[in-house]
């Protein structure tokens, strides 16, 4: 029951505040285009940097992005990963980390239907920086694998082309 309250109150919360993730969202389209040279190798794309702010705070979280994909059937353009990145995370985005980590994933394997898909965020929030428990090296890292990113040994290639 408290649960439920809560996430009932943070919803309503969100309604009341502009710019919206959702809204922001909507002013990104995607066009995908036939993989018609079947690449069935790893896109990794990093760091996307970004600044948001912290759902819970309205505090400012500074962070990077890591992207990779590989292929099925469609491919896209890797300025159109950055920006439709950009804009679940941008200045005026009030986000929650481990909830963009998951809607990011969720759109990328929704439209683009990869064999598999990595996302990893890795930030700073001022909340836990600046004030609170001041911990001023802390980065909070938030990770969502889908597919074949399940297989360790293709991680480690993508850790490696990250240079994480
Ligand atoms: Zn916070």
């Known amino acids: 029951m408290v649960e439920l309250k809560i996430i009932k109150d943070r919803k309503k919360f969100q309604k009341e505040r502009v710019p919206q993730i959702g809204e922001e969202f909507k002013l ?5 285009e036939e993989n018609t040279f079947n690449y069935q190798g790893v896109v990794a794309l990093a760091p996307i940097e970004f600044s948001a702010k912290c759902e ?6 500074h962070g990077n992005v890591y992207f990779a994909y590989v292929p099925g059937r469609y ?9 439709i ?12 980390q481990e909830e963009v980590t998951k809607k990011i994933a969720d759109y990328f394997e929704k439209k ?7 996302i990893v965020i890795k930030a700073k ?6 004030r609170g428990v001041r911990q001023r090296n802390c980065l909070t890292t938030t990770s969502e694998i889908r597919g074949v990113f399940w297989q360790q040994d293709l991680r480690q290639e993508v850790m490696g082309l990250w240079k994480l």
Do not use: D, Y
């Not at 491919?75 to 920006?83: D, E, N």
């Not at 990145?85 to 929650?96: C, G, H, K, P, Q």
């Not at 683009?112 to 990595?118: A, E, M, T, Y």
């Open 125 to 130: 929030h001022e909340c836990m920086t600046a």
């Open 56 to 61: 819970h705070h309205l505090v400012s979280i």
């Open 112 to 118: 683009l239907q990869p064999q598999g898909l990595w």
């Open 28 to 32: 990104t389209k995607i066009t995908v």
């Open 75 to 83: 491919i896209v353009g890797l300025s159109q990963i950055v920006r």
């Open 85 to 96: 990145v950009e804009s679940f995370l941008n200045v005026t985005a009030e986000i929650i």
